[in-house]
């Protein structure tokens, strides 16, 4: 088991910018990613990074704008936001992959990732 838990939401304007950051209970050495759903929307993928490589993937609506990054030693994961847009706001979930992937690299399919923290909330105004 491995618990998660997210910090550093809150409420920004337009063009402002947040860091988030996801406390695991262990090094995993799997693939992490933060996750985010809006009210009455599916749960969609933001950014993942794989442990080893570094290596990251992120949603074209954040491409240029968000910064995943993963600090193994401290069993912690990052979300860099900035130049946020009201179509940001969110509740965003750090979530963590159950196995080794391999050359498949880290998906931003939510049903990939098996464990999930609990949420914290982004709210973006114009």
């Known amino acids: 088991q491995v618990q998660l838990v997210e910090s550093g939401g809150g409420s920004v304007q337009a063009g402002g910018s947040l860091r988030l950051s996801c406390a695991a209970s262990?090094?995993?050495?799997?693939?992490m990613g933060w996750f985010r759903q809006a009210p009455g929307k599916e749960r969609e993928g933001v950014a993942t990074?794989?442990?080893?490589?570094?290596?990251?993937y992120y949603a074209d609506s954040v491409k240029g704008r968000f910064t995943v990054s993963r600090d193994n030693a401290k069993n912690t994961l990052y979300l860099q936001m900035n130049s946020l847009k009201p179509e940001d706001s969110a509740m965003y979930y750090c979530a963590s992959d159950r196995m080794w992937r391999g050359s498949a690299g880290c998906s931003l399919e939510k049903g990939t990732y098996g464990y999930w923290g609990q949420g914290t909330q982004v709210t973006v105004s114009s």
């Open positions: 990074i794989q442990s080893g490589s570094g290596r990251t």
């Open positions: 262990r090094y995993t050495g799997y693939c």
